[in-house]
């Protein structure tokens, strides 16, 4: 990879330009990065990581060997149609884009092009993030691996069938933050109950981390670990109760439920857009 181009400038391109230049996977001088408008943000990342930034597209696409998308998805068909003339066969694009299918870019970018469809998380900010991959059918064996080291500087990566994305998107895309509204609640049960929420909430990261550790390292099925820490009469059974009167883990299928669907949604409606603005030929 001789240079690697991001289109937008948001909070996971800086994760992803983070990861890539902590673990070397780049020289920060072959990264460019542009977004609409936004000269700020752009200023930022070239103090904060020596990144190259431009909005001359001449100047941002010469040379440029992969291309990823980073912009909010209802402005990927916008964006997209106005970088496809500098688009070669030769390059890898590379989307990070919730809902944008891989079809509907072949069809933005008008030429043969290899694709992959990406979907990390917000963790990818501290190097955990659980990322999904998908590509076409023109992605090499040696692009694959690259995608491997490369989502790999920012957590836990793993290949999928694409139809499998919008699952994954309702999933651990957006599942940090069904994780902080837990974290919320758990905070603000322990401040009702007399705990300082300092404290509190040291003490809620600290039983969170210990959780997953033990689900990541025990061959037990999380329901066991459940059953194993909920004695009978026990002050675990009394709180179980509370959950299971709310419904509460019903609530949590019937969210990822609903984010998986509207994933579904956005690609849906941006597909119908496309076949009023994008002439067939």
């Known amino acids: 990879m001789k240079k ?3 289109i937008g400038a948001g909070s996971m391109a800086e994760a992803l330009i983070s990861g890539i230049l902590e673990n070397k996977l780049m020289d920060r001088k072959n990264v460019w990065v542009t977004n609409h408008s936004n000269a700020e943000k752009l200023k930022k990342l070239s103090d904060t990581y020596g990144v190259r930034t431009t909005y001359d597209l001449n100047e941002l696409f010469a040379g440029a060997d992969m291309v990823i998308l980073s912009m909010k998805p209802k402005d990927a068909a916008t964006a997209i149609q106005s970088i496809r003339e500098y688009l070669t066969e030769q390059m890898l694009v590379v989307s990070v884009l919730a809902g944008v299918s891989i079809s509907t870019m072949e069809t933005l970018a008008r030429l043969p092009i290899a694709i992959v469809r990406a ?26 691996e690259l995608m ?9 990566t793993t290949f999928v069938e694409e139809e499998q994305l919008d699952a994954v998107t309702g999933l651990s895309g957006s599942g940090p933050a069904y994780i902080y509204y837990l974290i919320e609640a758990m905070e603000k049960s322990a401040v009702d109950v007399g705990l300082n929420k300092e404290m509190a909430s040291e003490l809620i990261v600290q039983t969170l981390i210990g959780a997953a550790e033990m689900v990541k390292n025990s061959t037990k099925s999380t329901e066991q670990l459940r059953r194993d820490v909920t004695s009978p009469g026990g002050t675990t059974e009394a709180g179980v109760k509370v959950l299971e009167e709310h419904r509460v883990q019903q609530a949590f299928i019937s969210c990822i439920k609903a984010a998986t669907a509207q994933s579904k949604k956005m690609g849906a409606d941006l597909r119908s857009k496309l076949e009023v603005t994008e002439p067939t030929t």
Do not use: D, H, W, Y
């Open 4 to 6: 690697l181009v991001f």
């Open 119 to 144: 979907m990390p998380n917000t963790s990818a900010a501290v190097g955990k993030s659980a990322t999904a991959v998908a590509v076409n059918n023109r992605v090499t064996s040696e692009q694959i």
């Open 148 to 156: 491997k080291n490369l989502f790999g500087t920012v957590g836990l």
